[in-house]
């Protein structure tokens, strides 16, 4: 390591850390003295594979991505297992919570986000877990070992994916949903309703409409009661209603963000020395919880900071691919049909299959696939280049193969 | 029975024609069939509907059992309860109470027992058939002109002449193996074609010259040639003196009616120029022939127009040489045989009238009970009877009025009102059988054993060498079963049909001093043998001819009293209701594949792919005036009834006109009877309908929505129209209706409630939707598309391959495209049927360089097998030519 070389400090070692390094690593430039700071003791891993964890499909082993060997042999240093508690702006260093203080010429922030709690009462009795971490992820696996009857609080991706996991375990399954229907910034009523077709068939139960309004128990949870006034016996619960940004850290520094740590296009926060990428960060008042946008600030972040090239992020319209329960799902632009616009719409009740595509003035606006997505990239690059997709109508709905003479 | 794993020569049940088919069955009892080689009509070809005939033998809609009030009996129990019924009918009103409607698709020997039957022991002549709406002008032309109902020439001669003129007889779709021998012939020996048809058909391709006369004028033009002839010192004196009568009456009431060109062109309203070019061909040329049909036939005054025709033949002695004749081509493939037995109430008996010396002769050879002395009720008359209740029991036999009748929706009415229906059919499903007391099973083509005689007088065996289904019965044994019945057993102890066939040679000849035509008396005696392997002929077959006779009146010897030809007087007159100020003339016919009521050609999916919906050919400026538009819906009204087909919109038609396909029924379309909306105008002589004239209104349909429905199980959908095509694993329906319903899900639902597993696709805008219906092991069962225009509306073809199919349940939601995924193009609206060549692949093949049908059919294959198709492949040569350079 040469002391000469000017020190990048990154702190966070979630998924975009570790995408930022080889961001950085493939990029020829301004060579750094690397330090990256984690809170887990674990190298850089795979974040979304935990559900697949959770449901034993993976290991934990095989979605670590970048484990402390691999610091050690391209020459970045990893303070791993030490929360950074403090910035000193002044100074250009961060504290540990160990109190190690290290010193900066560039700090990136990658704090990413956490499991959001929800306002019930009793929440911190034990064999309740939120869904964020390898160690949650280890503790709920431990406690589905013996549970009986699973609560998950949540209908989300998250949420969704842990009651597959859970499921899998032989527990019953209940899922409370605060919405008339769950992935509801995703689906569309009917699409989620084939949705909760398909996880019924897998013994879980659903609760829409409805919110945890207190657990009961002595020091182990041992009921539920919701606001509409159920109550369940159970043994276990997942709290999986979202995310909120690790703003904290450096809004207490003093850097600039409502929800979350703002920054402009190169991802420099008001701190010219301070970058910040990831669900931690506010671009023009955007949060991030998908995954392909952090790819693109890492890249812009690596490009500046390494080559002082300026490439720009852009909020882009994105699609969203997810697969859930093993069944896939395609959304983007326009979700709920509404008043004005034309809905084409397939349905294959028995073999889990929806198509909807929302129309505004022979224009893709809004894509829903559920089951069968194969055509969804290239709804979205129609809707992305606002073709007129009138005279492909006939056929559009059953997929590019079937309009040829738009290829 | 008549079951053997090899080939048998046996007759195409088709048209007139009546060309030879040898059908092979397989060890598996499948049959196969193609042209007898040595049979004189066919030599080896045959059409596309005989190519098809294999297709139409399997049980689907046979009637198998006996039925009585819709409960299957036992024979014993229905033949009983008809007899029963029948003797106290007769009993209590007499024998005209009672009535046999028959059919140019029986065999000889089932006419000869019917007629005999009726005649002979019942004692009534109410005896028709179907053959009086097809053939009853020209039989009584006939008999004014030649003394009997014989046509002089044969199918060779067709061949051998100069001048080929064809009137009212759209050959190329009607007969099309005669039409492609005279394609043939034309090509070897270049003869010129003559066509006079108020529409550009297919035949038309053939033409030297096609005049396109104002419908119903063909006695004007036939009188204007005679004038013409007179006036050219084209009359063979000769001939009129030693051979005819009547030359001066007939020209003198032709020069008063149509003395010259222009008065001809102005009644015919065609171009002058034509007239005297089609004139001059005729009166130069030693060979003529003039081939007719129902354009001439179905008319009200269709006897008068034979007889002007036949005038022009006499007046100028080419008649009865090689390649010169009148010739009535007839429509059904034993029309001639009903003829010849006297199966028709204005017939007798073995071509004798009810003269005494005939009535007397009869009755003593078939030791007659109750001998009828008059003539008896002809179609027209007899159904009017029935609704009147004049005729109390109507037994009807392979045939559907209910379809085929002029009024037709008056006929159902009247049999459903009557109190004895019986109906003896193959089929089950027909819109006749469904107003029937009883229904008698009865033998189809393959089964059923007899001779039939085509248009050139030509005698062949329809060969049994299938067993019947189910409990089916010959008519003929069914006939002579109920005659025991009545008590006429001694008469009627027939056991095979050649006893028949030996009563009726003989029959034919008894007391025959040359004054009959018809004389086959050298088969009085045929063994069992000679007739199993009965060689085609053509009658007379006497002492005289015992190899047949090739063509008529060689000789000049009439049939008349004084064995002289008569030249009728003919006063030329056009169809009896003019069309009013909103109405156009519906003019009607056959179309290519399709036969008759499709009873049996409907269940071939090939013959359907040709042209699968009834249609309405109207000219464009028509179908601008009524705001028609190509592919869109055309409703015609007449009778309170409602005609439905596609429009097609074509110059080939005369303005003021349409065509309609005469085939569809009510198993195959819910407003496709045409013949519901012909008026019961006959001719005042003969009693046959005037079909090819009937004012109709007409508008277009105001279709909310056009749907297609392919399903692998028969319905009734719940649309104002449908049309079903058969595939070869379920139906296809086109739909449309004036009103949407609330909701497509609900309304499909309900016509197939046993389908639980459904897929849907819907538009919130405009009217598209599909859906797709499974059966619980997953195959397809169902498939509906709705569209707010035809044009939206796909094709067919692909669904069709996929009905019945599990398909991957990740991919079955394709099925609502109605297309496979990858861009290989469709056929097209299939033109070829044999080879189902459509018409993208033609017209692509046309752009890479193929200038000929020719050279379509060797790059193809398309029109190589039947021929049906090389009209069509020409237009289409000769459309993209003209798109090529203009």
């Known amino acids: 390591m040469n002391e000469a070389q000017p020190s990048l400090v990154i702190v966070g070692n979630g998924m975009v850390a570790g995408r930022f390094l080889d961001e950085v690593r493939a990029r020829d430039g301004q060579p750094y003295r690397i330090t990256v700071i984690g809170a887990e003791p674990h190298g850089s891993y795979n974040r979304i594979m935990l559900s697949s964890v959770l449901a034993k499909d993976t290991t934990v082993p095989a979605i670590v991505q970048k484990d402390h060997a691999w610091y050690a042999e391209h020459g970045i240093e990893f303070v791993s297992g030490s929360a950074v508690v403090a910035i000193d702006r002044q100074k250009q260093e961060v504290e540990t919570a160990c109190g190690q203080r290290i010193y900066y010429d560039e700090l990136v922030l990658a704090t990413g986000s956490r499991a959001a709690r929800i306002p019930a009462r009793n929440l911190d009795l034990q064999h309740i877990f939120l869904f964020r971490t390898i160690a949650d992820t280890h503790g709920m696996m431990d406690a589905a070992a013996s549970a009986s009857s699973v609560l998950v609080v949540g209908g989300g991706l998250l949420g969704l994916e842990a009651a597959y996991g859970l499921a899998k375990f032989g527990a019953k399954v209940t899922l409370v949903h605060r919405s008339p229907w769950l992935l509801n910034r995703q689906l569309d009523r009917d699409a989620a309703a084939m949705l909760q077709n398909v996880m019924s068939g897998m013994g879980i139960e659903f609760k829409l409409s409805d919110e945890v309004d207190h657990f009961h128990g002595e020091s182990k949870v041992e009921g539920v009661t919701l606001k509409s006034g159920d109550t369940l016996a159970i043994d276990m619960a997942v709290i999986a209603t979202g995310i909120k940004p690790n703003a904290e850290l450096g809004i207490d520094a003093g850097l600039l963000g409502q929800r979350a740590i703002a920054v402009d296009d190169f991802m420099q926060t008001s701190d010219p020395r301070i970058s910040a990428i990831g669900e931690c960060i506010e671009h023009d008042g955007q949060t991030f919880g998908l995954v392909d946008p952090l790819w693109r600030q890492a890249e812009t972040l690596a490009a500046r900071l390494v080559k002082a090239e300026r490439l720009p992020f852009r909020n882009q319209a994105i699609a969203t691919k997810l697969k859930v329960s093993g069944v896939q799902v395609f959304s983007a632009g326009e979700v709920q049909t509404r008043e004005g616009l034309r809905e084409l719409c397939l349905r294959d009740d028995a073999a889990h299959i929806y198509r909807k595509l929302l129309l505004e003035d022979q224009r893709i606006v809004g894509i829903v696939l559920f089951g069968d997505v194969r055509s969804g990239n290239w709804y979205f690059e129609l809707m992305q280049q606002q073709v007129d997709v009138g005279p492909l109508l006939p056929t559009l709905i059953y997929g590019q193969e079937y309009c040829p003479e738009a290829a | ?513 040359r004054d009959r035509a018809f004389d086959i008396s050298a088969f009085s005696d045929i063994s069992l043998d000679d007739y199993e392997q009965f060689e085609p002929v053509r009658w007379p077959v006497n002492d005289a ?130 013949d519901a909306l012909v008026n019961a105008i006959t001719d005042p002589i003969c009693g046959q309908p005037e079909f090819k004239h009937s004012p109709v209104k007409t508008r277009a349909y105001q279709a909310a929505w056009q749907g297609l429905l392919v399903c692998s199980t028969e319905v009734t959908p719940a649309s104002d129209y449908w049309a079903k095509t058969t595939l070869a694993e379920g139906f296809a329906y086109r739909l449309a209706d004036t009103q949407q319903p609330e909701n497509w899900a609900d309304w499909l639902e309900s016509q197939f409630s046993d389908i639980k597993d459904w897929i849907s696709f819907q538009d919130s805008e405009g009217l598209a939707a599909r859906f797709a219906g499974f059966s619980e092991d997953g195959a397809l069962r169902c498939v509906f598309i709705v569209a707010q225009t035809f044009a939206d509306v796909p094709a067919d073809q692909w669904l069709a391959t996929q009905l019945g199919q599990v398909l991957p349940v990740e991919e079955r939601f394709t099925v609502l495209a109605a297309q496979s995924g990858d861009d290989s193009l469709s056929p097209g609206a299939i033109i070829c049927s044999c080879f189902q060549v459509g018409e993208n692949q033609i017209r692509a093949a046309i752009r890479e360089g193929c200038d000929s049908a020719e050279a379509l059919g060797a790059q193809l294959k398309c029109g190589t097998n039947c021929g049906s198709c090389l009209p069509e492949l020409s237009a289409l040569v000769e459309q993209e030519r003209l798109q090529e350079t203009g």
């Not at chain 2, 049940?13 to 042209?35: F, N, R, W």
């Not at chain 2, 070897?188 to 096609?210: F, N, Q, S, W, Y």
Request: charged letters at 25%.
């Open chain 2, 1 to 513: 029975m008549l079951i053997a794993k090899e080939s048998h020569q046996t007759t195409c049940p088709y048209c007139g024609v009546g060309c030879g088919v040898t059908a092979e069955v397989d060890e598996q009892g499948k049959a196969s069939v193609k042209g007898r080689e040595d049979h004189p009509a066919n030599q080896g070809r045959l059409c596309v509907k005989g190519s098809a005939l294999h297709e139409t033998l399997d049980a689907q809609n046979r009637l198998l059992h006996p039925q009585v009030e819709g409960k299957t009996t036992s024979w014993d129990e229905a033949l009983d309860h008809v007899a029963e019924r029948w003797k106290a009918i007769v009993d209590e009103h007499g024998p005209d109470s009672v009535a046999f409607y028959l059919s140019g698709q029986l065999l000889t020997e089932d006419y000869y027992v019917a007629n005999k039957l009726m005649k002979g022991f019942v004692g009534t002549s109410n005896i028709d058939t179907n053959s009086r709406l097809c053939m009853a002008s020209a039989v009584v032309a006939h008999k004014r002109a030649f003394g009997s109902d014989a046509v002089p020439a044969c199918y060779e001669d067709l061949e051998n002449t100069d001048v080929l003129i064809l009137v009212g007889s759209n050959t190329a779709y009607a007969h099309p193996i005669v039409y492609q021998r005279i394609v043939q012939a034309k090509k070897e020996r270049g003869m010129k074609v003559i066509v006079l048809d108020p529409r550009r058909t297919a035949t038309c391709d053939i033409a030297d010259l096609h005049i396109a006369l104002r419908p119903g004028s063909d006695a004007f033009f036939f009188n204007g040639l005679l004038s013409y002839l007179a006036d050219h010192n084209a009359i063979d004196f000769d001939y009129l003196h030693r051979h005819c009568d009547g030359f001066d009456e007939a020209l003198d009431q032709a020069k008063v009616q149509v003395p010259d060109l222009p008065s001809a062109a102005a009644y015919c309203d065609v171009d002058e120029q034509q007239l005297k070019q089609a004139y001059a061909w005729f009166a130069e040329h030693e060979r003529v022939i003039t081939l007719f049909s129902q354009g001439v036939n179905q008319s009200s005054s269709g006897v008068d127009k034979g007889n002007a025709i036949i005038n022009c033949h006499l007046a100028t002695g080419k008649i009865g040489r090689p390649g010169s004749a009148p010739f009535s081509i007839t429509g059904q493939p034993n029309a001639m045989g009903g003829r010849e037995v006297g199966g028709l109430a204005n017939q007798f008996a073995a071509h004798m009238g009810f003269t005494p010396d005939a009535i007397e002769r009869v009755s003593d050879f078939w030791q007659a009970k109750n001998i009828a002395k008059k003539e008896g009720l002809k179609a027209v008359d007899m159904f009017n009877a029935v609704r009147e209740g004049r005729i109390k029991a109507i037994w009807i036999m392979a045939t559907n009025p209910v379809v085929s009748m002029p009024e037709a929706n008056r006929v159902k009415e009247a049999l459903e009102a009557c109190d004895l229906v019986v109906v003896s059919d193959c089929m089950a499903n027909t819109d006749t059988a469904a107003t029937a007391n009883v229904l008698l099973p009865a033998t189809g083509w393959s089964e059923k054993h007899g001779t039939v005689t085509n248009s050139e007088r030509c005698i062949s065996l329809q060969k049994g060498f299938i067993a019947a289904p189910g409990e089916a019965r010959n008519d003929w044994d069914i006939i002579s079963d109920f005659a025991r019945r009545l008590g006429y057993g001694d008469a009627f102890n027939y056991t095979h049909p050649v006893e028949i066939f030996r009563e009726h040679a003989a029959l034919s000849g008894l007391d025959n001093q």
């Open chain 2, 545 to 674: 001819n015992p190899k047949g006779t090739k063509r008529l009146f060689e000789d000049g010897h009439f049939f008349t009293p004084n064995r002289r030809a008569k030249l009728i007087p003919i006063q030329a007159r056009l169809p009896m209701k003019p069309p009013a100020a909103d109405e156009l003339i519906m003019n009607t016919g056959r179309i290519r594949d399709q036969w008759h009521t499709m009873t049996r050609t409907g269940k071939a999916p090939r013959l359907l792919s040709h042209i699968d919906e009834p249609y309405v050919q109207i000219h464009p400026d028509d179908a601008r005036r009524f705001r028609i538009q190509q592919g869109g819906l055309v409703q015609l009204e007449n009778q309170q009834t409602r005609y439905i087909g596609r429009a097609k919109l074509s110059e080939d038609q005369r303005r003021g006109e349409v065509f309609v396909p005469m085939h569809w029924n009510r198993v195959y379309a819910s407003r496709g009877r045409a």
